[in-house]
C-alpha cells in the first residue's frame, strides 16, 4: 500500500513521517528529492539560474535558497514559475522510487512526504491521502518559532500553501497534531491497524 503524506508548514508532518518509518513503513521524502534535483550539475538547478540569475548561486556554485525563498515567496508568478521546473523532475524521480521500493516489498506500507501534494494536484498517485493537522493559529506560531520568521513573513509562507482546512476536508486520513506526541502515535496505530498493517 502507498499513501501520501502532506500537511501545512509546521504542522509536524516530519515527525509523523519518522513515526511512520519507525513502525516498518518505507519512505520517499519529495523534500529531499527536491534538493537532490538542484545540486550543480542537475538540468533543474541550470533552468533555475537561467530563469532567476546568477544571483540565487552561492559562490561554490550551490542553489542559495534563502535568496530563492525570497525572490519567489513575495511574487506568485515567479513561484509557479520555479515550480514549472522543479515539479516535474521531483515527480519523476518519486514515482520511479515509489515502484522500485513496492517491487522490493509488495506488502510494506510506502509513505511518500509531499508537502505540496494538493497543491501540485499529486493525489491520483496515492492509494490515499494522509494530512498531518493543526489549526492555523498552531501553524502560525510554531512556523515563527521554529524558522525565527516575523509573523508576516510567517503569514506569507502560509498562504502560498492551500488551507490546512481545506487539505483536511480533503484527506482520506486525517492525524490531529495539536496535541502530544503520544495522542499522534496513538492516533496512526490505529490508522496501521485499521490498515491491517501493525
Known amino acids: 500500500m502507498n ?3 502532506t500537511g501545512g508548514i509546521a504542522s509536524g508532518k516530519s515527525t509523523v513521517a519518522r513515526m511512520l518509518v519507525e513502525s516498518g513503513a518505507a519512505l520517499v521524502d519529495a523534500d529531499r528529492i527536491a534538493r537532490e534535483i538542484v545540486e550543480p550539475g542537475q538540468p533543474s538547478l541550470a533552468q533555475i539560474v537561467e530563469r532567476f540569475g546568477q544571483a540565487v548561486l552561492h559562490e561554490d556554485g550551490t542553489l542559495n535558497r534563502k535568496k530563492l525563498g525570497e525572490i519567489v515567496f ?13 515539479h516535474p523532475a521531483i515527480r519523476a524521480v518519486m514515482r520511479e522510487r515509489m515502484d522500485k521500493l513496492q517491487r522490493e516489498a509488495p506488502k510494506r506500507l510506502v509513505v511518500v512526504d509531499v508537502p505540496l501534494l494538493y497543491e501540485s494536484g499529486l493525489q491520483s498517485l496515492f492509494e490515499e491521502v494522509m494530512v498531518v493537522y493543526v489549526p492555523r493559529s498552531l501553524q502560525l506560531e510554531r512556523l515563527m518559532k521554529r524558522d525565527g520568521l516575523s509573523k ?6 502560509l498562504n502560498a500553501q492551500m488551507d490546512i482546512e481545506e487539505k483536511k476536508r480533503l484527506a482520506d486520513i486525517v492525524i490531529d497534531n495539536s496535541g502530544s506526541l503520544e495522542d499522534t502515535a496513538l492516533q496512526l496505530e490505529r490508522f496501521r491497524k485499521a490498515k491491517g498493517l501493525a
Open 3 to 5: 499513501i501520501g503524506l
Open 74 to 86: 513575495a511574487d506568485e508568478a515567479k513561484r509557479k514559475a520555479l515550480e514549472a521546473i522543479t
Open 152 to 157: 508576516a513573513d510567517a503569514e506569507r509562507r
